[in-house]
């Protein structure tokens, strides 16, 4: 059975950084991309950021140049690394295992203080 383990969240002061991440309890090569998506409180749950089974990353425009997909083939991990965080990056993080099916983690909450 697939099993994915979010860790890092935490509370932040604005402008500080954080690392998230996901462990997965198979490789992680058998999936087509590894994902972390973000909800805050009243939205949908949104896209953050992907790295696909060949190494391409892609990222929302909202986080651009301050949050970081990688990934650590040997310790099947995903990781999330995000600086500069602002208030309105408060949310629950969530890592997504996509393949014909989708596996997702009970997420890690991530608060940002102005």
């Known amino acids: 059975q697939v099993q994915l383990v979010e860790s890092g969240g935490g509370l932040v002061q604005a402008g500080g950084s954080l690392r998230l991440s996901c462990v997965v309890s198979?490789?992680?090569?058998?999936?087509?991309?590894m994902n972390w998506y973000r909800q805050a409180p009243g939205k949908q749950r949104e896209l953050v950021a992907t790295?696909?089974?060949?190494?391409?990353?892609n990222s929302a425009d909202s986080v651009k140049g301050r949050f970081t997909i990688s990934r650590d083939n040997a310790k099947n991990t995903v990781y999330l690394q995000m600086n500069n965080l602002k208030p309105e990056d408060t949310a629950v993080y969530y890592c997504?295992?996509?393949?014909?099916?989708?596996?997702w983690g009970q997420g890690t909450q991530v608060t940002v203080s102005s």
């Open positions: 997504k295992a996509q393949a014909s099916g989708n596996y």
């Open positions: 790295i696909t089974k060949a190494g391409s990353t």
């Open positions: 198979v490789s992680i090569f058998n999936f087509n991309a």
